[in-house]
C-alpha cells in the first residue's frame, strides 16, 4: 500500500493535476472578480498566493520527483502550504460568519519587498473590506470549499509525504 500511495506522490500526472487543481482555482476566483463582481478582500488575496505556492512547488516537484526525498520535500512543503491556506480560510470563514473578529484592513499586510499587489494587481489587488464570500454551488460558500479542500491537500500531502518516507524504507 505504501508503495503504491509513493508511486502516485511521485507521479507526474499527480502533480500536473494539483498545478491544474491551483489554476483552476485561480480562474474561478477571477470569474467571480471580474464577470460576477466579487471583489477580493485581504485575506482573498492571502489565499490567492498561498495558492499560486502550491503551483509553484508542484511545478518544482514535476522536475525533482525521481528523487524519494526531493519528493517528500515537495509535499511537506506543500503540507505547510496547506496548513497556511487553511488557517487563512478558517480566518476567512470565521469572518463571513462573524465568530472571528479579526484586523480586516485594505493594507495587505505583505513586505515592502513581497509587494505581489503592485506587481500583479489584475490577480492580487484588494478591493473591497472582509464580511462574506460569494456562493458557489448547492449553498456552499467560497469559504466553506476553501475550509474543505484546504483539509483534504493537507491530508493528502502528509499522507503521500509519510508514504513517500516509509515506502523508501520499505524497499
Known amino acids: 500500500m505504501l508503495k503504491k ?10 502533480w500536473l493535476a494539483i498545478v491544474i ?16 463582481d466579487y471583489g ?13 505556492g502550491f503551483i509553484v512547488i508542484a511545478l518544482a516537484a514535476l522536475f525533482v520527483r525521481r528523487s524519494w ?31 472571528i473578529v479579526g484586523d480586516c484592513s485594505m493594507a495587505s499586510g505583505l513586505p515592502a519587498w513581497f509587494a505581489v499587489d503592485k506587481w500583479f494587481p489584475k490577480l492580487f489587488e484588494i478591493w473591497e473590506a472582509c464580511g462574506y464570500t460569494p456562493e458557489l454551488l448547492f449553498g456552499i460558500t467560497m469559504a466553506e470549499g476553501l475550509v474543505v479542500f484546504s ?3 493537507l491530508l493528502v500531502s502528509i499522507i503521500l509525504m509519510a508514504a513517500a518516507l516509509l515506502g523508501r524504507k520499505a524497499t
Open 5 to 14: 500511495l509513493a508511486t502516485i506522490g511521485s507521479s507526474a500526472w499527480y
Open 21 to 36: 487543481l491551483g489554476l483552476s482555482m485561480l480562474a474561478i476566483a477571477l470569474f467571480y472578480q471580474y464577470v460576477l
Open 40 to 52: 477580493p478582500c485581504v485575506i482573498c488575496i492571502h489565499v490567492r498566493i498561498w495558492t499560486m
Open 69 to 99: 526525498m526531493l519528493c517528500a520535500i515537495t509535499h511537506a512543503l506543500t503540507a505547510m502550504i496547506a496548513g497556511a491556506l487553511l488557517e487563512r480560510s478558517w480566518l476567512l470563514l470565521g469572518t463571513e460568519r462573524g465568530t
Open 151 to 153: 483539509i483534504t491537500l
